[in-house]
């Protein structure tokens, strides 16, 4: 599986944007970036997902570079509800391997006041 | 969130009993997952279904023992299992085995 690696941690203040980034210089072309997150106490939570083009939802922004070697998760004004693990996930469009939701260590995102 | 529920939120075992963790999906999903989170580790799938029939074990121990009666509930049955077992174990559904993922809050097992 092609792997992913993003920081252990960050911080930022509350109301200012996040940036999140994610390296995952062995994607395929058939690999979406998904994100999700897992709030404490709590299950994972679908965010966004995209395949080449930047993707926008009501939770986020998703920032894919042009040789789909990176990507950054964008929250617009961090809120303290955003403090969540954040995990960067490639998953094949192949129905074989596209059940495997393959979770590495993420971000922990702490937003302070 | 109520699309996805598990029951019990906590469990503490002995090794030497029998329990069930349960899962419900409301979402009209065909697909159902369990997968087991360590502390300090990556979650790790155990488990798949679609349409009731079991796709994927990944090399799970028999002492855990998945049931799927319908495309609604997910059943993991606990037998003689061990400290290291101790983990959140959590169920996910999605439409099909493609599509977006969701998660229930998990069950926190403790075995003694």
């Known amino acids: 599986d092609a792997k992913t690696t993003q920081p252990n941690s960050m911080e930022s203040n509350e109301e200012e944007p996040v940036h999140l980034p994610c390296n995952h210089s062995?994607?395929?072309?058939?690999?979406?970036i998904h994100w999700y997150r897992q709030l404490p106490s709590q299950g994972p939570e679908y965010v966004i997902h995209?395949?080449?083009s930047n993707v926008n939802n009501r939770m986020a922004s998703l920032a894919i570079a042009e040789d789909r070697k990176s990507s950054t998760l964008i929250l617009h004004r961090a809120t303290l509800r955003d403090a969540a693990v954040y995990y960067c996930?490639?998953?094949?469009?192949?129905?074989?391997?596209?059940?495997?939701?393959?979770f590495g260590t993420g971000t922990r995102l702490q937003v302070t006041l | 969130e109520t699309g996805v529920t598990q029951t019990p939120r906590h469990l503490v075992m002995g090794m030497t009993n029998k329990k069930s963790l349960k899962c419900e999906q409301h979402?009209?999903?065909?697909?159902m997952y369990w997968y087991k989170q360590s502390a300090k580790k990556p979650l790790e799938l155990m488990f798949v279904?679609?349409?009731?029939?079991?796709?994927e074990n990944n090399s799970v121990p028999s002492r855990f023992s998945p049931e799927c009666p319908n495309s609604s509930h997910l059943f993991l049955h606990l037998h003689t299992l061990q400290p290291e077992d101790s983990a959140l174990y959590l169920c996910a559904s999605s439409q099909g085995i493609t599509d977006t993922q969701y998660f229930g809050p998990g069950t926190r097992l403790t075995v003694l």
């Open positions: 995209g395949l080449t």
């Open positions: 996930i490639l998953r094949s469009r192949h129905t074989g391997t596209a059940s495997k939701l393959t």
């Open positions: 279904y679609n349409f009731k029939e079991q796709t």
């Open positions: 979402l009209g999903h065909n697909a």
């Open positions: 062995t994607i395929s072309g058939t690999d979406y």
